[in-house]
């Protein structure tokens, strides 16, 4: 890495050339991290202290919450600790592990979405071999298999991200490090990795984005024939799941499948907030909130269930 670069470290702009957005950068991202923190960290602890949530659906949450903790600690802290210091600066090689880790979390946090768009489905359309399909062993391995394709494509795209060339400009205009904030300040000739970038994310993030509708799909129709209350129940999340994977692949999308020369700096930012923050702060509420199970379990498990009877 030192022998491909003349750039030592970068400057994180943090906001568009001539804006002073520290407050409002500021209390915005530490109130939505608290938030994230707070929700996610309810729902791993209910979800392992409650013997009834022991089940497959359940253990996919716990491990998007524990996803989701990570993934927005990457990006969120060390913006809130710029904004408040003034000191942007951050180093190769802590510009290079931020990339690794949010390309990581991303792609796994994709994954996890479309494995559990299919717990839905057959929980809905094929409960009685629920048991079946959806077995430990079963769930283990694609929990294991999302965390190795997500170590693969973040490998892939970090090391040949950091084998061009910057001996231009060290300003990064974002609020953390991402591939195509770099790809722009490089003086190496950029096409392949943008071919490579393309190619990449149509094929997993297309990929995942069509299993999860093809999935809600069949459930839909599977509704529409034989309206039980269990699997009506059980459709009532998966609007707001999909409203998720939606605002999650189409922000990315404007990120890092944009032109570089109609890029915009405050769009940027925004779609960028939108993709590693915004899921990590919903997914609880779509999955504890509505989910009176749920709620039930944390009444168990934090003591006040009498409260919880009349939800």
């Known amino acids: 890495m030192v022998n491909s670069t003349m750039v030592t470290k970068f400057i994180l702009l943090g906001s568009p050339d001539g804006w002073n957005m520290t407050v409002l950068y500021f209390t915005m991202f530490t109130v939505t991290y608290l938030g994230t923190l707070l929700g996610n960290l309810l729902i791993v602890t209910v979800t392992t202290a409650d013997q009834n949530l022991h089940t497959p659906m359940y253990f996919f949450l716990r491990n998007l919450s524990i996803l989701d903790m990570c993934y927005i600690s990457i990006t969120v802290p060390n913006a809130c600790v710029n904004s408040l ?13 931020q990339i690794f880790l949010v390309i990581f979390c991303a792609c796994v946090e994709l994954l996890f979405l479309t494995i559990m768009s299919w717990d839905h489905y057959v ?14 062993q079963f769930c283990v391995h694609m929990t294991l298999a999302s965390l190795l394709s997500g170590l693969v494509y973040t490998g892939v795209h970090t090391g040949n991200t950091f084998q061009l060339s910057f ?9 953390f490090c991402d591939v195509p904030s770099l790809l722009r300040l490089s003086c190496s000739d950029t096409r392949n990795n943008m071919v490579l970038l393309l190619m990449s ?29 269990a699997s009506v129940k059980a459709f009532s999340t998966c609007t707001p799941h999909i409203l998720v994977v939606s605002i999650f692949l189409s922000s990315s999308t ?13 769009q940027d930012m925004v779609l960028s907030a939108f993709y590693t923050m915004v899921p990590p702060l919903l ?22 269930q009498f409260f919880l009877r009349k939800c």
């Open 85 to 97: 210091t003034g000191n942007r600066v951050i180093s190769v090689g802590g510009c290079a592990t």
């Open 167 to 175: 001996c231009q400009s060290n300003v990064v205009h974002q609020f």
């Open 123 to 136: 929980a809905i359309c094929q409960p009685l071999q629920y048991p079946i399909i959806m077995n430990p």
């Open 201 to 229: 994310f149509i094929t997993i993030g297309g990929g995942c984005f069509g299993l999860i509708i093809m999935s809600y799909i069949h459930i839909f129709s599977m509704v529409l024939k034989s309206p039980t209350r």
């Open 254 to 266: 404007g990120v890092y499948l944009r032109p570089s020369a109609t890029s915009d700096t405050l």
């Open 283 to 304: 997914n609880p509420l779509i999955y504890s909130l509505r989910n009176k199970q749920v709620m039930e379990a944390m009444g168990r498990v934090m003591g006040i």
